[in-house]
């Protein structure tokens, strides 16, 4: 199982709203997904009661101590990605769960106030060694403050900007709140629209930073065999109805 977390000191961010839309994706791909959340202020709960599909599960936990034994049962259980989203600020569940992801992602608006605010979590990041990512988030369509948010959180970083830097940015668009409305993901609520082309490519990019693509490939893998199983069934069945009235 791997683990994605979103985390950032300033609240506004649009952690919930990236959480529930990378977690459709990850499903749409082939995914088993479970989100969890430690912001006892409750959106993906929310989310969820307007929702009329079932997955994915939201999980509350908001306890630092309950994450980690958690984790390990939903990684036993063959679950295959879980993302947790977690409150404005650092608290020791943030902290918790950023020790146990396998990717930090850090989501910031192109604003120097938002950039500033990254600092905290970049730092707990580093102090428990763990690969992180900025994604910058409700960007205009266009502008220089892109580019300069973009070389600003790379020096913060002292990294390569094709590495600290999730691609592609996350325009801000009216699709995301009208989603998060009415208990749909963004894909689910316009899945043809610019805004679910940007989530699927931020998903696309997690899972070759992850190395996820080999999992798709065997759940692929395992659905034609299973898909080749079943008409092979039927075949044989509808061979062995003929013979039985040619006999009789």
């Known amino acids: 199982m791997h683990t994605i977390v979103l985390a950032t000191q300033k609240g506004g961010s649009g952690k919930s709203t990236l959480a529930i839309g990378l977690a459709l994706a990850a499903r749409q791909a ?132 094709t590495e600290v830097v999730a691609r592609p940015l996350i325009v801000m668009r009216n699709d995301h709140q009208d989603s998060l409305a009415v208990g749909l993901g963004v894909s689910e609520f316009a899945p043809n629209a610019k805004s679910t082309e940007e989530i699927r490519g931020l998903w696309r990019w997690i899972a070759n930073r992850l190395d996820l693509s080999a999992t798709a490939t065997n759940l692929l893998i395992d659905e034609v065999m299973s898909t080749a199983d079943v008409v092979l069934h039927a075949t044989d069945a509808l061979a062995q109805d003929k013979a039985a009235s040619l006999a009789s």
């Open 30 to 161: 082939g995914f088993s997904v479970r989100l969890i959340e430690t912001d006892p202020q409750g959106t993906l709960s929310n989310w969820q009661r307007r929702r009329n599909d079932a997955e994915p599960v939201v999980e509350p936990i908001y306890h630092a101590a309950d994450i980690e034994p958690r984790l390990k049962m939903l990684a036993e259980s063959g679950l295959q990605l879980a993302i947790i989203d977690t409150a404005a600020g650092l608290s020791a569940a943030t902290t918790a769960a950023i020790r146990h992801s396998d990717l930090c992602l850090i989501p910031s608006r192109p604003a120097v106030a938002d950039i500033e605010a990254t600092t905290s979590t970049l730092s707990v990041a580093r102090a428990w060694k763990r690969p992180f990512s900025f994604v910058l988030n409700q960007t205009p369509i266009r502008g220089q403050r892109i580019d300069n948010a973009a070389d600003t959180l790379a020096e913060e970083a002292a990294l390569d900007l």
